[in-house]
Structures are given as C-alpha cells and as structure tokens.
T-cell receptor, first 110, second 113 residues
Framework: GQQLNQSPQSMFIQEGEDVSMNCTSS?????WLWYKQDPGEGPVLLIA?????ELTSNGRLTAQFGITRKDSFLNISASIPSDVGIYFC??????????FGTGTRLQVFP | DSGVTQTPKHLITATGQRVTLRCSPR?????VYWYQQSLDQGLQFLIQ???????AKGNILERFSAQQFPDLHSELNLSSLELGDSALYFC????????????FGSGTRLTVV
C-alpha cells in the first residue's frame, strides 16, 4: 500500500538531546499529523497541521507543515526516557485518504 | 483509556481458521477504521465504515471482511488465515466521515501458528 517515507528509521539518543525526524512524499497533502505509539498500545495523536508553512508546538514537541505540502518535520527538544516509542507521520491526501509513514523508532538512554 | 475498545487483546489461532475482531468506537463517533500493523511495519489501512455503511477500502484482502452494526460497533472477520496474517490489528474512530485525527484503540495482536 501507499506509504510516506519517514526518516530516520530509528534513533538512539541520550536523555537531554534534541531529536529531529521528517516525512516526505511525492504527493501533496492537505493535512499532516504526527502520532506516537507506545509499546503494546495504539497510536496517539500528538500534533495536527492544517496549512503549508504552519509551525505548531505541543510542549517539547514542534512540528512543521512543509511549504511544498510534500513534507513535514517533527522536533523533540530535551528528550526524556518517556519519549521512547514509535513516531508516525500521517498525511491526508487530496482524495481524503489518511496515509501513514513507515515510522521512526526512538530509544532514549539515561 | 482512549475510549475505543478492542477485544480480544490477544488471539492465537491455527492456519486455515477464521477469527472475528471486535471494536467499539468512542462515544459519539460514527466512523470506524481498521488498520493492520505487521512486525516493524507501518500502519496499513484496511477499511472504513461510517454510520453502518462502507465508506472507503484500502488494501484489504478478499479473505477479510468487516461490518458496522446499528449500535456502531464493528467487527473485522479474517478467514482462511495464513502465517503472514499475524499482526497487530487496530481499530480507530472519528466523529465524521472525514476527520483530521483518529482515536486508536490499543489493538488486537493476532498470532497465526
């Protein structure tokens, strides 16, 4: 099925470091969403972006809707152990399909 | 607790068998979505129901089917199971037909042996 390309695939960082991940597509999207999945749980919505260029924060998380509408970025500042999990981007296409990225697996070491 | 309830949490079954996964959406949500997540894979959209009617179809195999009942709960039926069907199956719900974010349940882990 169609998926977005997310990078990096995985990250191993030390507590306190900042994290950046991105999502790219060959198609344009009307909405970008970022989800986090804890082990054994379903994804939980972190941030939603509705227009090109938009920059939105949720605590230590900041996400941006790329100007080309084909990409989005998520930054996590001053990481803590509970940031561990899989981060998924999702884009809503012009045909209203919600397509998920391949995920970025984040490990935080104390 | 997200408000989306999925049962059972775990299911182990043999190849060739049939299973039914159940989902109760969040109160007030009319849409139910089913996703499959295989090991180390992203989320693959299977199917969406809105208020009892099928609204969108993704990469759902012919051996799989779903329905949404009048009380809005949904069931995903998987038949003639193969080893490759082993995965996490998530249900999500939203208020309308097209929403900006879904609420996911905690999933059913299906293991086919």
């Amino acid at each position: 099925g169609q998926q977005l390309n997310q990078s990096p695939q995985s990250m191993f960082i030390q507590e306190g470091e900042d994290v950046s991940m991105n999502c790219t597509s060959s198609s344009i999207f009307n909405t970008w969403l970022w989800y986090k999945q804890d082990p054994g749980e379903g994804p939980v919505l972190l941030i939603a972006l509705y227009k090109a260029g938009e920059l939105t924060s949720n605590g230590r998380l900041t996400a941006q809707f790329g100007i080309t509408r084909k990409d989005s970025f998520l930054n996590i500042s001053a990481s803590i152990p509970s940031d561990v999990g899989i981060y998924f981007c999702a884009g809503r296409s012009t045909t209203d399909k919600l397509i998920f990225g391949t995920g970025t697996r984040l490990q935080v070491f104390p | 607790d997200s408000g989306v309830t999925q049962t059972p949490k775990h299911l182990i079954t043999a190849t060739g068998q049939r299973v039914t996964l159940r989902c109760s959406p969040r109160s007030g949500d009319l849409s139910v979505y089913w996703y499959q997540q295989s090991l180390d894979q992203g989320l693959q959209f299977l199917i969406q129901y809105y208020n009892g009617e099928e609204r969108a179809k993704g990469n759902i195999l012919e051996r799989f089917s779903a329905q949404q009942f009048p009380d809005l709960h949904s069931e995903l039926n998987l038949s003639s199971l193969e080893l490759g069907d082993s995965a996490l199956y998530f249900c999500a719900s939203s208020v309308g037909q097209v929403d900006y974010g879904y609420t996911f349940g905690s999933g059913t882990r299906l293991t086919v042996v």
